[in-house]
């Protein structure tokens, strides 16, 4: 039974697709990432959504992380499993905006094992921007804004 057939049967959603996301990170497995059933344990693919979007953030030179006036707090996320990564894989991250609110977004991630139309693993966060000081809800700035706007889906 492929995932696909798989999710059908449960009544879940299918697996997402590679052309249904917006811009793209490769991500390395580790070692220490499998777990004793030879797959890669599922906290790790927290830490894989996180690794790409902040990457992501920080290569197009929207975050600063050490003198930014705004950070993202995550205060939602959630994950669906479609199929297993394991060490070495190679893996693709997939990112998309699903909502780009006045201090929120919501980003979707989906890992793809090599070049696997088919995403193993979905998941998403929401990060509210606050002032770095106050900690205080603050308004997207325009520049973050606007190109988070680019890879609404």
Sequence with gaps: MTASTESQAAGRPEPGRRG???????LTTRWADNDVYGHMNNVVHYALFDTAVNGWLIENGLLDIHAGAQIGLVVETGCRYHGELAFPD???????VARLGRSS????????RGTSEIAAAEGFFVHVYVDRATRRPAS????LRAKLAEIVA
């Excluded at 977004?105 to 793809?112: I, N, P, S, T």
């Design 140 to 143: 997207i700035d325009g520049r």
């Design 90 to 96: 190679p893996v693709m991250a997939g990112i998309r």
């Design 105 to 112: 977004v919501r980003y979707e991630v989906g890992l793809f």
């Design 20 to 26: 249904a996301y917006r811009a793209f990170l490769p």
